[in-house]
């Protein structure tokens, strides 16, 4: 009886060493609006919508105590649209992020689809919509790519307010070790109230098929500072080459002769949000200034309020609208969403868990 019972207490004890050393955490995001879109060739447009504020989604992360400070790591997380059900990032199952890796005082090293550390910059640092709404940065604003796949990245440990990352995405063309290839770094510094962070991506065009094309590059410089009454924001990007900055929807305004990406442009943002009651008001102003013979420029003004129902629910309101010149074909998106016109109302909700 006592050997059971001694049996018993080791078990329980490994048990509890066990769930000590390594955990699983599920956690997500369900958000749902309704979206009015207009100004494009197609007519207006009211849908119910998933991905309004930030794309819905639903992952797994986990860590294991290897000891010695260090740790295995892992994050699985998919999106997927909650009007209909459907997977998100084109059906991918962990569209999202998908990744592998180890932590360590020295820093933290993963392989897998991750986050590209230019699109990084501008969510945490140079938007103050993060991504989202009618002012998400990437209607006007170069959007390099958000993920990279294939992808190792290094994120080094903070030291006096200063950290980086290097990322490297194999593009796996058989014969050549660059083609579709894709490369990025940041250098951030956090002092306060105050954050900076310059962000670099490389892009190679080169596909099996397609070779000697030119790289798109892109360089990003992003800042915030929090005076509590008022947090503003700034970003200005320098973009040159062949997709350096992609139009999400270059047919919405059904032209004769079909818009051009940009190839040499140069981009600005200054926002703010305001606290107001339980939530925040959110306002920014995107400027694109294309360098090109075509001169296709194009701004965007967008003001939004999200309030605050709890630390984890919250409603939302947001409207942008962009004006393009000499042909311009950028349309007003949301977090997940195309957009198919110049302008765009948001009205909706979204919950954590």
């Not at 309704?34 to 986990?62: D, H, P």
């Not at 600005?268 to 420029?297: C, E, M």
Request: charge should be positive; aromatic fraction near 10%.
């Amino acid at each position: 009886m006592k050997q059971h019972i001694l049996a018993l207490a080791i078990l329980s004890a490994c048990s509890s060493m066990a769930a000590a050393q390594s955990s699983v955490t599920m956690y997500g995001m369900v958000d749902m609006g309704v979206v009015r879109e207009a100004g494009g060739a197609a007519g207006s447009v009211t849908k119910l919508t998933s991905g309004v504020e930030n794309g819905s989604r639903i992952g797994f992360r986990g860590t294991e105590d290897l000891g010695g400070g260090n740790s295995a790591i892992f994050l699985l997380e998919s999106g997927f649209q909650a009007d209909t059900g459907a997977l998100g990032q084109g059906g991918l199952l962990f569209g999202r992020q998908a990744y592998v890796g180890l932590a360590g005082n020295w820093g933290t090293l993963t392989l897998g689809r991750q986050y590209a550390p230019n699109y990084t910059t501008m969510t945490t640092v140079g938007d103050p919509f993060v991504a989202g709404l009618a002012g998400v940065f990437s209607s006007v604003f170069a959007n390099s790519g958000a993920r990279m796949n294939n992808a190792v990245k290094y994120v080094s440990p903070k030291f006096n307010g200063l950290s980086g990352e290097v990322v490297y995405g194999a593009g796996e063309v058989a014969g050549s070790n660059s083609a579709s290839s894709v490369a990025g770094a940041a250098l951030a510094y956090s002092a306060g109230a105050f954050n900076m962070r310059v962000g670099y991506h490389h892009r190679d065009n080169d596909t099996a098929t397609l070779k000697n094309q030119s790289a798109a590059r892109n360089t990003l410089l992003a800042m915030n500072y929090d005076w509590k009454i008022v947090k503003g924001f700034f970003a200005y990007g320098i973009n040159k080459g062949l997709n350096s900055s992609q139009l999400a929807n270059p047919n919405a305004y059904g032209l004769a002769v079909a818009a051009r990406p940009s190839t040499d442009s140069r981009d600005l943002l200054v926002g703010v949000t305001v606290p107001v009651g339980p939530g925040r008001v959110i306002a920014s102003y995107i400027h694109k200034d294309d360098r090109t013979a075509f001169n296709q420029d194009a701004s965007q003004y967008a003001i939004g309020y999200s309030y605050l129902l709890s630390k984890r629910t919250d409603l939302y309101a947001a409207y942008g609208k962009i004006s393009n010149e000499n042909g311009a074909s950028y349309t007003v998106n949301s977090a997940i969403d195309t957009g198919s016109g110049n302008r765009a109302f948001n009205l909706g909700m979204r919950h954590l868990f």
